[in-house]
DNA sequence: CACGACTAGACCAAGGCACC
DNA sequence: GGTGCCTTGGTCTAGTCGTG
């Protein structure tokens, strides 16, 4: 059993795997639902997410968005710690990564972990050609996000409209449809992901 | 071809309920 | 109270599929 890295560096996969398993397991048990029940409101069977839960295995991001948006909340904050953090200050050197096991992306939680704050900021490195198709819907509450590109370029597909977008370029969406990320470039692109949970009278 | 993610279905355990 | 049946919730396993 690996330890869990107090670095930069990737978590290991048993550590984060850990965390996301309770996350699922609590968010799942708030909301009086049965893995059943889950597995037809995500479209995940319920297999998959009996082992998510025991973290005996390694989701892929396209999986956790869809439990995300079962369980109604931000792919994010399926990272977060379990109780509350007391420190408002998140060091580098304590974010939590995780990288996607199919498409090799990165994504850094940047935010306090446990926070209690309806803003969540991500830093994402996406590899050259990979390529992330999210079956995203509409959730309640409603969640907002915003794609800023800090280095490269990554193309954006929400629905029917695509965005190129490049250095320094910032995209505004509402998490209530299918996206698609695509990095078309030969160099690693470097965005950062904020991420709000609108109460309804934002609409 | 090996490996890991994922699914479908079988299987098991516990609890509720009716019946004797 | 004991038994059998059904439902619910969870785990296990065999097989498929995609990727490197």
């Known amino acids: 059993m690996k330890e869990i890295k107090e670095s930069t560096e990737t978590e290991a996969p048993s550590g984060l795997n850990d965390r996301i398993a309770q996350r699922v397991r609590d968010l799942r048990a708030a909301r009086g639902l049965s893995l059943d029940a889950l597995a037809t409101h995500c479209g995940v069977s ?16 396209v999986l956790l968005e869809k439990l995300a948006t079962g369980l ?14 007391a420190d ?27 926070f209690a704050s309806p803003i969540q900021i991500v830093e994402v490195m996406f590899p050259p050609k990979a390529r992330v198709a999210y079956e995203t819907a509409a959730r309640e509450p409603l969640i907002h996000q915003q794609v800023w590109v800090l280095d490269g370029v990554i193309e954006l597909t929400l629905g029917d409209d695509r965005h190129r977008l490049e250095t320094g370029d910032c995209l505004a969406m509402v998490l209530d449809r299918p996206m698609s990320y695509y990095n078309p ?7 950062a992901v904020v991420i709000a949970t609108a109460p309804s009278s934002w609409r």
């Open 46 to 61: 319920r297999s998959m997410i009996s082992l998510i839960e025991r973290g005996e295995s390694s989701p892929t991001a």
């Open 72 to 85: 109604g909340v931000s792919l994010a904050s399926l990272f977060e710690a379990p109780a509350p953090a």
């Open 88 to 114: 408002p200050v998140s060091r580098l050197a304590s974010q939590l990564q995780w990288r996607d096991p199919h498409s090799g992306y990165v994504r850094r939680n940047v935010s306090p972990s446990g």
């Open 185 to 191: 470039s030969r160099k690693t692109t470097r965005y």
